[in-house]
């Protein structure tokens, strides 16, 4: 089946810095993905939808400098949370379509400290 | 008020027992109805999709009531590997969105 890839699948870093997820869809073709950000105890929350060759659609409350996504390929969204702080610690999970079936990426894990 | 509303749970049910979980969503507007299943710091994995008609696979059955905005999932026979927290899903269409929402899940532990 088709499958979708995260790296990296864990990730600690300092306050301040900037942090780089990839999603990619190994087997499939995907023109939109989808981000999401699972809190402990909390439901996924889409943050945007990702379209390739062109800006992603972010939802409401998600800032969009600080989330900043690119889609460059039809198999390659990147995540980059910029200036990450301690509230940015989260599950971060991408999502693509492959007609009408949906995959989930295995999620990477941010830790800001 | 919350688009996809669970019980939290925790449900803690013996081997061998029937669990029902129950969900409802605000957006009348919803088209598509989905259980996933969450194992801890794993991503979701598709349960089933849920139909009007109901549906059934294997142990697990699915209801959906549309004029009630109501989704429900029965685990008959429960066994230990059924322990994980279980994500009831919508997708709604109405402003093209193809994104789903999900809501906090209830959690489940079967126990010996």
């Known amino acids: 089946g088709a499958v979708v890839s995260q790296h990296p699948s864990w990730v600690i870093c300092k306050s301040g810095t900037s942090v780089k997820i990839e999603c990619r869809s190994l087997?499939?073709?995907?023109?939109?993905m989808f981000w999401y950000r699972q809190f402990p105890k909390q439901s996924l929350m889409l943050m945007a939808t990702?379209?390739?060759?062109?800006?992603?659609?972010?939802e409401q409350g998600v800032e969009k400098d600080k989330f900043l996504i690119n889609h460059a390929s039809l198999t390659l969204s990147t995540l980059t949370v910029t200036s990450a702080h301690p509230e940015d610690s989260s599950f971060y999970i991408c999502?693509?379509?492959?007609?009408?079936?949906?995959?989930f990426g295995p999620g990477t894990r941010l830790t800001v400290t | 008020r919350k688009e996809v509303e669970q019980d939290p749970g925790p449900f803690n049910v013996p081997e061998g027992a029937t669990v029902a979980f129950n969900c409802t969503y605000s957006?009348?507007?919803?088209?598509?109805f989905f259980w996933y299943r969450q194992d801890c710091r794993k991503e979701p994995k598709l349960l089933m999709s849920v139909y009007s008609s109901g549906n059934e696979d294997g142990r697990f059955t699915a209801q959906l009531n549309r004029a009630s905005q109501y989704i429900s999932l029965l685990i008959r026979d429960s066994k230990l590997s059924d322990s994980a927290t279980y994500l009831c899903v919508v997708n709604v269409m109405d402003t093209g969105r193809r994104a789903l929402t999900f809501g906090s899940g209830t959690r489940l532990q079967v126990q010996p």
């Open positions: 999502s693509a379509s492959e007609g009408s079936h949906r995959y």
């Open positions: 957006n009348s507007a919803s088209q598509s």
């Open positions: 990702s379209n390739e060759g062109s800006k992603a659609t972010y």
């Open positions: 087997d499939f073709q995907a023109t939109t």
